[in-house]
C-alpha cells in the first residue's frame, strides 16, 4: 500500500513537471494543507494548520465527550453515595420505629400498672375507712351493754333499757 501511495505520488510529480511546474512549486505544494473553515475548505500552508476548524470540532468533541463520561461518572458515583445514604437513613428509621413502638409497649404497661397500684390503694383506703367506723362502733356496743342510756333514741322518749320484750307482745299478765 505504501508503494502504491509513493507511485502515485511520484505520478502527480511527474504530471506536474510536465505541466511546467519546478520542483520548488511542487514542494510548497506538497506543504500546504487543507482546513475547513466557516463550512468550505481552504488550502492553506502547514503552519497554518491550527486554523482548521473541523480538528477544532473534533477536538472540542473529543473534550465533550470527556466531560460528560467525566459528568456520567460522577453522577453514577452521588448515585452510589445517595443509595448508600438512603439505605443508611432507612435502617436509621427502622431501628427508631421498633424502639418507639417497644417504649409505647412498655409505657402502655407502666400505665396499667400505676392504674392497678391506684386502684389498690384506693381499695385500701377505703377497707380502712370502713374498719375504723366499725371499731369504733364495736366498742360503743360493749360500753352499751355495761352502762344503759338514759337518753331517749326514738320520738316516742323510750330508751333502749326500757324496751322489753314483754311489753311488746302482751302475753296476758301483767
Known amino acids: 500500500m505504501v508503494e502504491?501511495?509513493?507511485n502515485t505520488n511520484f505520478q502527480i510529480e511527474q504530471d506536474l513537471l510536465n505541466c511546467g511546474l519546478t520542483a520548488e512549486s511542487i514542494n510548497s505544494i506538497r506543504d500546504t494543507t487543507v482546513i475547513t473553515r466557516n463550512g468550505s475548505q481552504h488550502v492553506v500552508p502547514g503552519t497554518q494548520?491550527?486554523?482548521d476548524q473541523s480538528r477544532e470540532e473534533?477536538?472540542?468533541t473529543i473534550e465533550t465527550a470527556t466531560q460528560n463520561s467525566n459528568l456520567?461518572?460522577?453522577l453514577s458515583e452521588q448515585q452510589?453515595?445517595?443509595a448508600r445514604h438512603k439505605q443508611y437513613s432507612d435502617n436509621r428509621i427502622t431501628t427508631l420505629e421498633?424502639?418507639?413502638?417497644?417504649?409505647?409497649?412498655?409505657l402502655k404497661e407502666l400505665h396499667n400498672a400505676i392504674a392497678t397500684i391506684k386502684s389498690n390503694q384506693q381499695a385500701q383506703q377505703r377497707v380502712v375507712t370502713n374498719s375504723s367506723p366499725q371499731e369504733e362502733i364495736q366498742p360503743q356496743a360493749t360500753t352499751q351493754q355495761k352502762a344503759p342510756e338514759n337518753k331517749s333514741i326514738d320520738r316516742?322518749?323510750?330508751?333502749?333499757?326500757?324496751?322489753k320484750v314483754e311489753s311488746i307482745f302482751y302475753c296476758g299478765e301483767r
Open 4 to 6: 502504491f501511495n509513493q
Open 72 to 74: 456520567a461518572i460522577r
Open 58 to 60: 473534533t477536538n472540542s
Open 98 to 106: 421498633r424502639n418507639l413502638s417497644s417504649t409505647m409497649e412498655q
Open 49 to 51: 494548520n491550527y486554523l
Open 156 to 163: 316516742n322518749g323510750i330508751s333502749p333499757v326500757d324496751v
Open 80 to 82: 452510589q453515595m445517595f
